[in-house]
């Protein structure tokens, strides 16, 4: 059979070769026919290739320009500060110099040189023709080396839509030789840049130029992109090559060279290619005839190992030990199968099982463990804030911060136990020991190894990670409820602030299950109608009259009325729904000050909380005015409360909205004032218009003096920053009269009033 096999194969193959090489052969003869104009091709490619070259470095250079021209010190255009900035600013290799000048042309360079160049190119082009940006023709300046000709990149200064002044910098038209010097282009090309007007930007030194021929160089210039055929000095027929520079001074980019260099290389290809169509069936009908009966079983034993492969047994290997193609492709397919199984249950990062792999192997390991009688977990282990290692050093460092934490947990991985990488910054393990409380020990131990300092790219992480671990039942085989029950203990560690372990048990899900319904029922609370508003009221300590009133939510539920209105509010921001919940607040508290004045009531001015989440939202500042707009209530009867927490977080975004509320009138006061750690310097920044001193100083004033002291200090802050003080919690007319002392000037509290619905309030406080 295998002769059969044999001398069908060569029969087969001696008649298709012949069929195969005449067709082939006049198929190529056919298309060596359109070979020059692939050639042609090539070399356009080549030209557009280069020209694109040309094109990234200028616009590399205009891009370092216009940087420079929105740093804030440019932009404030400061002589004095930009004299001593200059010398420091570090130049790329190509740049010789960078000027900043004025409007009336002087400026000043990075060698510390004044310099006027009002009589410049750029000088118009920015300063008189309003250009944003301009890059000169190459020219010879005076303030340069001799005979090195130079161009001038520039970028306009502004403060906001004037031209305050201009940066540029200067490079040797060197560079562009050096891109045209890299080019390789046989013996006779050469290339070129040309300007508009045929003049010579750049070339790698030939001696013969395109420009020599006047109705050629005006084809080149007129057209974007092609070939040109054209005679040169000497007579002889040429072929250039060209490409416009998008970004430069209408720069185009030429190759020329000899056409019967062109047409040579077409003819050597031809012959190559025909020899080799011969050469090849030659030995391919040699190769075939000795070889044949030798291959012959090798290809069937492979071709079953590949069939067990394709039914799925990734575990076959074929016969790397014949030495010929037959071994090669057998050690080829096992690299490949190798290949296979690593990326279908290998992490390339961390060289651990990916999720895939820990999956197909628990099964067994389990088995394994079992047999050893005690107890086995799986347990997943989650880094706390990994998006801050990444953020800080870069995904490629944050891989390296995962592999490092791979082996430390791979040194508490025993050999019959197992681990893998989960999703992402997560991990996942099984193991086994004795009993349930030597494996919690065990994974204390894990989790204070994890916890320690990693360093990388000269940075120091204190690591920290949430661990949740659950018990694997003696006659379990569905695992992927244990791997869900580990990862609802790793988020009860999370919620609960990470940096902890957490050993599943049922009650995790019945938290889970009343958070999840809870927020179900908080995210329909606006459309049942069960949130309502008390407000209380803020009274001014001189007059006794109320000034203003704070907006409190409320929650009619029959389940959750009782629910505190921060752990309200830490359920809504987790879900997400703070967004709109917030929002409703908002309205409702300016439509009822509204409703108020509408009754020829007092004017007073209603303070509305702000979680830092919704402060934090891109789009919170158009919310109020569409608030305000809608309710029609005057922004200086609107007073918002940010914690001095979330003031602090983020100063720069949160001083910027600030402002822009500021503005439109509304007021700015930080609750819970001295509680956290605020910045001097930031609060004297801040547009705010009142600290309220935290409950927890006023309930202290009678008995302690850290309090009282506390207490004074801010209402003397206040008065310093020309602010009100308010005193939250007020209780007793001690408190009343300590304050009062000391000059505060607004209280509120139960002494005064309760939290009201808005019908008491009116028949309370405005009489």
Known sequence: MLKSIRWQMLTYLLVGSIVFFSILILSANAELKELPEIIKAQYNEIANSRAGEVEKELAGFLDQVEVVSKTSLIKSMDLEKIKMYLPEFVLDSKVRNMTIAKPDGQGWNTRGVDVQISQQEQYEKIFIEKKEYHISQPFISPFAEPDTPIIIISHSVKSGEEITGLVNIVIEVNFLNTIIGQMSLGDTGYGLILNSEGLVVASNNAREYISDDKEAIQSV???????????NAGGSKRLAFFKKIKGSPDWTFIISISKDEVYREVAKVRNTILALFFICFALILLFYYIYS?????????????????????????????????????????????????????????????????????????????????????????????????????????????????????????????????????????????????????????????????????????????????????????????????????????????????????????????????????????????????????????????????????????KEFGGMSIPNLIDIAEKSGFIVDLGNWVLKEACRQNKEWQSKGKKLITVSVNVSAFQFDQPNFVNMVREVLDETDLEPGYLQLEITETAAMDGVSEKLQKMKILKDMGVGIAIDDFGTGYSSMAYLTEFPIDTLKIDRSFVKNLSEDETAKAIANTIISMAKTMNMKSTAEGVETEEQLNFLKDRGCDQIQGYLISKPTEPLLFEKEFFK
């Open 221 to 231: 210039l007129g057209r974007e992109s092609g070939t040109v055929e054209y005679n």
């Open 293 to 557: 009966g030798r291959v012959t079983r090798p290809i069937m034993k492979l071709k079953k190992v590949f069939e067990q492969a394709a039914d799925g047994d990734l575990h076959v290997k074929a016969d790397e030990g014949l030495p010929n193609e037959i071994g090669d492709a057998g050690k080829s397919f096992n690299l490949m199968l190798n290949r296979i199984k690593d990326l279908t249950y290998k992490d390339e990062v961390t060289g651990l099982y990916n999720y895939i792999g820990f999956l197909s192997e628990l099964p067994c390991k389990v088995d394994l463990l079992r047999d050893k009688l005690g107890a086995i977990a799986v347990g997943i282990v989650s880094i706390d804030d990994f998006k801050k290692i990444n953020g800080i050093i870069g995904y490629e460092g944050g891989n390296e911060a995962l592999s490092t934490i791979s082996r430390r947990l791979k040194a508490f991985i025993n050999q019959d136990e197992s681990l893998g990488r989960f999703f992402g910054d997560e991990f996942i393990f099984l193991i086994w020991e004795k009993d349930a409380e030597t494996i919690e020990k065990r994974i204390e131990s894990l989790w204070k190894n994890c916890c320690r300092i990693i360093r990388i790219k000269g940075y120091e992480f204190i690591i920290k990670v949430s661990i949740g671990v659950s018990l694997i039942p003696d006659k379990e085989r569905e695992y992927s409820e244990v791997i869900h029950q580990a990862t609802l203990a790793k988020l009860m560690a999370k919620k609960a602030g990470g940096n902890k372990y957490n050993l599943y048990s049922s009650s995790i899900d019945d938290v889970v299950r009343e958070e999840q319904y809870i927020e179900n029922e908080l995210y329909h609370s606006i459309e049942k109608n069960e949130l309502y508003m008390l407000y209380q009221p803020i009274i001014d300590v001189r007059t006794g009259e109320a000034t203003g009133a704070e907006a409190l939510l409320r929650w009619r539920h």
